[in-house]
């Protein structure tokens, strides 16, 4: 069974850092790119960043640029976003989402919460 | 990267049938046949529906079809049932600078 499981969630001061992880079983993780998207309180879904299968391709959305950064251990199959200058619009469920060959993230973590407030 | 354009809301009667659209530009929708569609229950996962335009996932019922034409994605419910009540999301291919774009969401209500 495809299982994601994201940690490293919580409540956090403006300005202050996280590392968020998502250990993943059931399948070949260094076969998949994978992809953080989250989800403000009451909001919609927003990708957030993109690493391909090797780690060598990364793509971050615009507002996190310089300030987020994706990165994998095969090994350990273990996804991570290290985020950094955390504002409070960063405020949101964060996903990890398995990314099929072409299109569509067909498994998705069951989400940790980040919240940025003083 | 602008959020693709969803309609808020659109609402059905079960046993209908409803059509939510997902507009973007020829830089995401119109470039790629890489949109994927998603269905979301308060409080749950999103759930995979719909993958490049057109194609079901197994297990996804085929009163579920998508589609595209030009620079706006569709999604088709048919013979609506109540567990289809849910927030819906298009996603698209951006290109390798924004790599995934998504549709701001659609509330299904089943009236």
């Known amino acids: 069974e495809v299982q994601l499981v994201e940690s490293g969630g919580g409540l956090v001061q403006p300005g202050g850092s996280l590392r968020l992880s998502c250990g993943v079983s059931g399948f070949t993780f260094s076969s998949y790119e994978m992809n953080w998207v989250r989800q403000a309180p009451g909001k919609g879904l927003e990708w957030v960043s993109y690493i391909s299968s090797s780690g060598s391709n990364i793509d971050y959305e615009d507002s996190v640029k310089g300030r987020f950064t994706v990165s994998r251990d095969n090994a350990k199959n273990s996804l991570y976003l290290q985020m950094n200058s955390l504002r409070a619009e960063d405020t949101a469920v964060y996903f990890c989402?398995?990314?099929?060959?072409?299109?569509?993230?067909?498994?998705w973590g069951q989400g940790t919460l980040v919240t940025v407030s003083s | 990267q602008s959020a693709l354009t969803q309609p808020r809301s659109v609402s059905g009667s079960p046993g209908q049938s409803v059509a939510i659209s997902c507009t973007g530009t020829s830089n995401d929708v119109g470039g790629y046949n890489y949109v994927s569609w998603y269905q979301q229950h308060p409080g749950k996962v999103p759930k995979l529906m719909i993958y490049?335009?057109?194609q079901r996932p197994s297990g996804v019922p085929d009163r579920f079809s998508g589609s595209k034409s030009g620079n706006t994605a569709s999604l088709t419910i048919s013979g609506l049932q109540a567990d289809d009540e849910a927030d819906y999301y298009c996603c698209s291919h951006a290109g390798y600078n924004s790599h995934w774009v998504f549709g701001g969401g659609t509330k299904l209500t089943v009236l």
């Open positions: 490049d335009v057109s």
């Open positions: 989402a398995r990314e099929r060959q072409t299109s569509g993230f067909d498994s």
